[in-house]
């Protein structure tokens, strides 16, 4: 009787146990800890995301880590990302946290509000050369779209500044257009010539009266 009670006890002692080491996972994985931006940087995050697009980010604006103006200088990837420390946490890996900002479309990327916010934190305000965007309340202000379904941050060049890759890309959209836009022959303009960024803002916001 007292080793069959031994043996009950004892495993009645590791179902609870492992009840509460359970509990006390889900629980720790529930805390609402406040990721923190980290002293490694860009260092830190190319350890794991080496691929070929997170060198090209390096080649562009958003990359120029030379420029204090620029938020890439400030805190690297995780100035688009967000705070990563838990995120590049050997213990923690960033399960049961809020992750990191995902851009694009799909599973598994960020919420549209918080890509957007991210993209505005900086472009809503002027940035030496580059003129504040006004996106909110303009014609592509819509569910379907976010500021990566036209713009990409990890290529060299942004579709958007070549003219033949803007086209592409509006032509997505816009299919009437690119057979049944006016080309303005009787004014002697060279359609051909033109990207639809040429008279088009796309970031306007339009008045009531428009």
């Known amino acids: 009787m ?6 009950t006890f ?4 590791v179902l609870v146990s492992t009840s509460t080491l359970a509990e006390e996972s889900l629980a720790y994985s529930g805390s609402k800890r406040t990721p923190q931006y ?16 997170m060198h090209a980010v390096a080649a562009t604006e958003h990359g120029n ?6 938020p890439m200088a400030v805190h690297a990837c995780e100035a688009c990302h967000g705070p990563g420390s838990i995120h590049v946490s050997r213990a923690h890996g960033g399960r049961g946290f809020p992750p990191l900002t995902r851009f694009g479309r799909g599973s598994g990327v960020s919420s549209r509000e918080i890509q957007i916010k991210a993209c505005l934190s900086c472009h809503e305000t002027e940035m030496g050369k580059a003129q504040a965007i006004e996106f909110l309340g303009s014609p592509h202000d ?5 500021c990566s379904s036209c ?7 942004d579709p958007m500044n070549d003219k033949a890759l803007q086209l592409e890309t509006c032509y997505r959209c816009h299919r009437k257009q690119k057979t049944e836009h006016p080309r303005f022959e009787d004014k002697s303009i060279d359609f051909d ?3 639809c960024g040429t008279c088009h803002n796309v970031h306007k916001v339009l008045d009531d009266e428009e």
């Not at 007292?2 to 043996?7: A, E, H, L, T």
């Not at 980290?38 to 080496?50: D, K």
């Not at 819509?142 to 976010?146: D, G, H, P």
């Open 2 to 7: 007292r080793y069959r009670y031994s043996v």
């Open 10 to 13: 004892g495993i009645l002692l």
């Open 38 to 53: 980290t002293e490694a940087g860009a260092e830190g995050c190319l350890r794991c995301h080496s691929g070929p697009k």
């Open 65 to 70: 880590l030379q420029e204090w103006s620029l």
């Open 142 to 146: 819509k569910r379907a779209i976010n």
């Open 151 to 157: 713009h990409r941050v990890h290529l060299e060049s």
């Open 193 to 195: 010539a033109l990207s």
